[in-house]
C-alpha cells in the first residue's frame, strides 16, 4: 500500500508510514450510511480488545454534500451522541487523502470499506460490508452458533494471517477460512 499524508480529527496532518511494523486498518464510513453505523459499536469492541492496531476512518460526505467540514464534524457529532470512543483516527474523505490516494482498487466506492494492512504496509484483506461475510456465514450453513460480528471476522483475518497476540473464535476462523482462501 503506498504511504500517503491525511488530517486527523484533531488537525495534525498525519500518515500511514507511523503504522509500518504495525497491522492497522483502514475503514471508510459515514454517519448516513445504516451499515457502517450498525457495525460501529463492534468496531469499538475491536478496539478496545486490541489497542495496538489503530484504526484510520475515513469519513465519507453524502454525494451530493459539498461542505466537507460540516460532513466531518456531523460525523464526529454522530458518535459522541451515540456514546461511541473517538480514539481511532478521523480523516475526511475528498479533501485529504485525495481518492486517488486510497489504499483500495479504484472501483470499491461501497461503504462500509475495510482494508487490514499488515505490518509491511500490503493489504492482507479487503471487504465492502458487514454484510459480504455475514451472507457468506449464511450461505456456508453455519448454523447452531453466533453470527460473527466485525470484531470477530478481523480477529479472524489477523489469527489466520499470523498477527501476533490474537486469539479468534473457531467459528469465526471457519467463516474466515471460506470466504478468504489464504486462510485455509
Request: with cysteine.
Amino acid at each position: 500500500m503506498p504511504i500517503y499524508t491525511f488530517h486527523g480529527e484533531d488537525g495534525v496532518r498525519r500518515s500511514t508510514a507511523e503504522f509500518r511494523g504495525k497491522w492497522f486498518l483502514f475503514k471508510r464510513g459515514a454517519e448516513w450510511c445504516m451499515p457502517c453505523t450498525g457495525e460501529r459499536p463492534s468496531v469499538e469492541s475491536f478496539m478496545k480488545a486490541h489497542p495496538d492496531v489503530p484504526v484510520v476512518m475515513l469519513v465519507s460526505p453524502r454525494p451530493s454534500e459539498t461542505d466537507l467540514e460540516e460532513a466531518f464534524q456531523r460525523d464526529l457529532n454522530y458518535q459522541r451522541r451515540k456514546g461511541l470512543r473517538l480514539d481511532y483516527i478521523a480523516a475526511l474523505d475528498s479533501r485529504d487523502p485525495l481518492p486517488r490516494d486510497l489504499p483500495a482498487p479504484k472501483s470499491v466506492s461501497d461503504l462500509p470499506l475495510t482494508v487490514v494492512v499488515d505490518p509491511q504496509g500490503v493489504i492482507a484483506a479487503l471487504w465492502t460490508s458487514t454484510y459480504q461475510y455475514q451472507r457468506q456465514f449464511m450461505r456456508h450453513g453455519i448454523v447452531g452458533k453466533a453470527e460473527p460480528e466485525f470484531r470477530d471476522y478481523v480477529e479472524a483475518l489477523l489469527s489466520c494471517k499470523g498477527a501476533k497476540g490474537v486469539a479468534a473464535t473457531s467459528t469465526a476462523l471457519e467463516v474466515a477460512k471460506t470466504f478468504d482462501a489464504s486462510c485455509s
